[in-house]
């Protein structure tokens, strides 16, 4: 069992878990003012803000199959949550998620005590894990919670030969001193300043398993975010547009059931000003469809085999949240990118999903990586190394031939889905890869999508005879 903090890309699968043994375990303990209360405390959006503040900390269970269990500690140590799917509950799990817990606060210097607001039922569970009650029972929301802590122990001196060293040193020190006066004397003051100074080891804090993979590596403080992928890119917008765009927004929130529930934030751009309103209604379906592509296919306009499969799938959640940024715009094109994540009923793990939409804006074409390349082996070529180069991986995309890699382009592939969006320095081509497809290739990517960038002067070279490139150029 591997216990770390949780990525970025992994708080929604963190959340997700916590709302499916919340519903299954917990929720029945609940008033319905209280369960609303814990929504809001897991919405993504909520605790993303937090989780890049560093307000919030999440730490995950992770076996070879997946995430087991999640925990949420605050900046003043409190545990927000802590759950463990039932099948694993009561194996120990726990106890090593909250030694985790502890663990963080101890060797970061964030504090001696720890902290949690536990139900009547709860409280047995943290007792074991070693917490005692620290106030007076209170009630919140029709539910009455216990409040517990844990004192963490602080660093214990040891007895050692080098402690009777290191006196009888400072005593030889204090007779030469005697001795020799002023010259001992500066001797003394910089041996016991070395000796006030000397800090316990982090052994003294606590007894770490020896596990290696039990507690992750490297300084808390220094914790690196995964940024979101639209924080990175340079946009190219044209000066005196003809046109602007809004913000526009799709939302719903609703349970299904105790264990399965749908939550949509989708945010996509809606144009406004252009001339021709008819294609201007052409456009703004085209940017609406693409951002909405998860919402779609299994909630609004599911496929009869998607309705099949909903109604027999084990896993109820249905999620996705979307955020946008134009990278490219002028009186011809707009290119814009759009950054999900997702859950589905056919996914065991939230999902990040790379969408793209590039648009014609006198006749509203939607234009795809075919329409603008020509596929020939000199591009194939340039495409997959430029690919490999941008996964770090030179065995990327090794199994597939050329053939293969032209007919994902094509949108011929189930695993491959075909992006490309302009931006300030060029064209970025690649491809989403599709977590739900039904092969066992797909288990051979580590990756939630790649692009390959290529200047201006690069695509060019590939160009095919597509207006596309006319619009580009003006």
Avoid at 403 to 426: Q, T, V
Avoid at 447 to 468: I, L, M, N
Wanted: proline share 3%; glycine share 6%.
């Amino acid at each position: 069992m591997n216990i770390r903090m949780l990525r970025r890309d992994e708080v929604l699968e963190g959340l997700r878990l916590a709302w499916e043994v919340f519903s299954k375990t917990t929720m029945s303990g609940y008033t319905p003012e209280a369960i609303e209360s814990f929504r809001e405390l897991i919405k993504y959006e909520v605790v993303i803000q937090k989780f890049d503040s560093k307000e919030m900390l999440l730490f995950g269970a992770f076996a070879d199959d997946g995430l087991k269990g999640v925990a949420a500690l605050t900046r003043d140590n409190h545990i927000s949550f802590l759950f463990v799917k039932p099948e694993e509950q009561m194996k120990g799990l726990e106890k090593l998620l909250f030694d985790q817990l502890c663990y963080y606060v101890g060797t970061t210097g964030n504090g001696k005590r720890i902290t949690v607001f536990a139900t009547p039922s709860q409280a047995a569970i943290y007792q074991q894990l070693g917490m005692n009650s620290s106030g007076v029972p209170f009630t919140d929301k029709g539910v009455e919670y216990l409040p517990f802590e844990k004192v963490l122990p602080g660093p214990e001196k040891k007895k050692s030969k080098t402690g009777m060293i290191v006196a009888i040193i400072i005593a030889v020190f204090v007779l030469i001193m005697i001795l020799f006066g002023v010259l001992v004397s500066f001797f003394v003051k910089n041996v016991r300043t070395a000796i006030e100074n000397q800090a316990p080891s982090q052994e003294e804090f606590f007894s770490v398993p020896e596990d290696e993979e039990y507690y992750p590596e490297g300084d808390y403080d220094f914790y690196e975010e995964d940024e979101s992928v639209l924080m990175g890119i340079e946009e190219e917008i044209k000066k005196d547009l003809s046109y602007e765009w809004k913000d526009s927004y799709y939302t719903k929130e609703e349970s299904v059931s105790q264990t399965s529930y749908i939550d949509f934030d989708v945010a996509y751009p809606e144009i406004t000003g252009l001339k021709d309103e008819k294609v201007q209604t052409k456009i703004n379906d085209a940017i609406r469809e693409t951002a909405m592509q998860t919402v779609n296919d299994y909630h609004l306009k599911p496929s009869q085999e998607m309705k099949e499969k909903l109604l027999t799938a084990e896993n109820g959640f249905i999620v996705s949240y979307v955020s946008y940024k134009v990278t490219y715009a002028s009186d011809d094109l707009i290119s814009v990118i759009f950054d999900e994540q997702a859950f589905t009923p056919e996914s065991e793990s939230g999902k990040v999903h790379l969408r793209t939409v590039n648009i014609g804006l006198k006749d509203g074409k939607v234009y795809e990586a075919k329409d603008i390349f020509k596929l020939n082996d000199k591009f194939l070529e340039a495409f997959r190394t430029t690919m490999q180069e941008e996964a770090s991986d030179e065995d990327f995309l090794g199994d597939y031939k050329d053939d293969e890699l032209k007919a994902a382009l094509e949108d011929e592939n189930e695993i491959l889905n075909p992006e490309f969006f302009i931006y300030k320095k060029g064209i970025e081509v690649g491809y989403d890869i599709n977590p739900t497809a039904e092969s066992d290739e797909s288990e051979d990517f580590d990756y939630a999508w790649v692009t390959a960038p290529f200047s201006f002067t690069q695509a060019g070279t590939y160009q095919s005879d597509s207006e596309f490139w006319d619009l580009l150029n003006e």
